[in-house]
Nanobody, 126 residues
Framework: QVQLVESGGGLVQAGGSLRLSCAAS????????MGWFRQAPGKERGFVAA????????YYADSVKGRFTISRDNAKNTVYLQMNSLKPEDTAVYYC???????????????????WGQGTQVTVSS
């Protein structure tokens, strides 16, 4: 089992940047593929980005490609989401999630992930 705690959310103007962090504790962090999802009010939780256990492969939603970067530091048990050129439509609660190896399912789907953090609010003002 792994526990996930997100941080780094906040209020930022459009065009600005934020870096989210997700600290993991429990089992060996490199045993997990990691993902970021977000949920805006009245909308379903949607995929943002994912990274394989080794950091060698990354995946992005089309809406964030070229603006967001997912990365991980297995020595620090942390996954990051660098968000640049933020837009008001990026406003949401952002969640990190973990899926234990071996991968079973699609990293684009929330249902694939077993463990979730509590979320961190990101608000982008226009």
């Amino acid at each position: 089992q792994v526990q996930l705690v997100e941080s780094g959310g906040g209020l930022v103007q459009a065009g600005g940047s934020l870096r989210l962090s997700c600290a993991a504790s429990g089992r060996t962090f490199s045993d997990y593929d990691m993902g970021w999802f977000r949920q805006a009010p009245g909308k379903e939780r949607g995929f943002v980005a994912a990274i394989r256990w080794s950091g060698g492969y990354t995946y992005y939603a089309d809406s964030v490609k070229g603006r967001f970067t997912i990365s991980r530091d297995n020595a620090k048990n942390t996954v990051y989401l660098q968000m640049n050129s933020l837009k008001p439509e990026d406003t949401a609660v952002y969640y990190c999630a973990a899926h234990p190896r071996p991968l079973a399912g699609s990293l684009y789907l929330a249902q694939t992930y077993v463990y979730w953090g509590q979320g961190t609010q990101v608000t982008v003002s226009s």
